[in-house]
């Protein structure tokens, strides 16, 4: 009923930058917060980034000031520009999005299928 797609993931040298893009459809009254997460080889996945519909950002320790999430709700989609990447950051990359679906009233959390970076030193 509602699907989540990411794309622009891929291979990038340390230094490097990448765009991820996230878009939601599907049956969508409204979209609470949005957010990407990531899963590295052998780790439990952690939070990266979260964004509120008022646009309050949060970010994981570890990438602040490198990666910065913004959201475009016309479009139902989430951004994550990721600048100065190293190889520590190398993972299946997910968002999530908490939905209110048509003719509900309570919210769920819907995931995407990850798209993988991998950051080459």
């Known amino acids: 009923q509602v699907q989540l797609v990411e794309s622009g993931g891929g291979l990038v040298q340390a230094g490097g930058s990448l765009r991820l893009s996230c878009v939601a459809s599907?049956?969508?009254?409204?979209?609470?917060?949005m957010g990407w997460y990531r899963q590295a080889p052998g780790k439990q996945r952690e939070v990266v980034a979260v964004?509120?519909?008022?646009?309050?950002?949060n970010y994981a320790d570890s990438v602040k000031g490198r990666f910065t999430i913004s959201r475009d709700n016309a479009k139902n989609t989430v951004y994550l520009q990721m600048n100065r990447l190293k190889p520590e950051d190398t993972a299946v990359y997910y968002c999530?999005?908490?939905?209110?679906?048509?003719?509900?009233?309570?919210?769920?959390?819907?995931w995407g299928q990850g798209t993988q970076v991998t950051v080459s030193s």
């Open positions: 599907g049956r969508i009254f409204s979209i609470n917060a």
């Open positions: 964004i509120t519909t008022g646009d309050k950002t």
């Open positions: 999530d999005a908490d939905v209110i679906r048509y003719g509900t009233t309570s919210s769920y959390h819907y």
